[in-house]
C-alpha cells in the first residue's frame, strides 16, 4: 500500500520549511524512526524520522526546497 509522509507541523507558528538533505534514495527501505531528510525553519534545524518502516518509491522534493507545513515530501510503500 502505498502512503504519503508530509512535513510535520511542529506548534509554534512554523508556515514553510527547507529540504536541506534527503537522506534515502528511492528502492531504498527504512526502519522506524531511521533518518529520512533533514528540514531547517527559521527557528531549528533537524532530521525527520520515518514514522513506520517502508520502502521509498519517490521524492516529492528536492534538497532547497521551502514548502508548506503539511506538504507532501515522498511516496512511501508499506506492506499491507
Known sequence: MI???AVPSYGYNVEKVAITRLLKE???????DE??????TDKVAQEVEAP???RLVRWWVAEGDVVPV???VA?????A
Open 70 to 72: 503539511g506538504a507532501p
Open 52 to 54: 513506520f518502516a517502508a
Open 3 to 5: 502512503k504519503v509522509l
Open 26 to 32: 528511492p528502492g531504498e527501505v527504512f526502519a522506524l
Open 75 to 79: 511516496d512511501v510503500e508499506v506492506e
Open 35 to 40: 533518518p529520512l531528510y533533514e528540514l531547517e
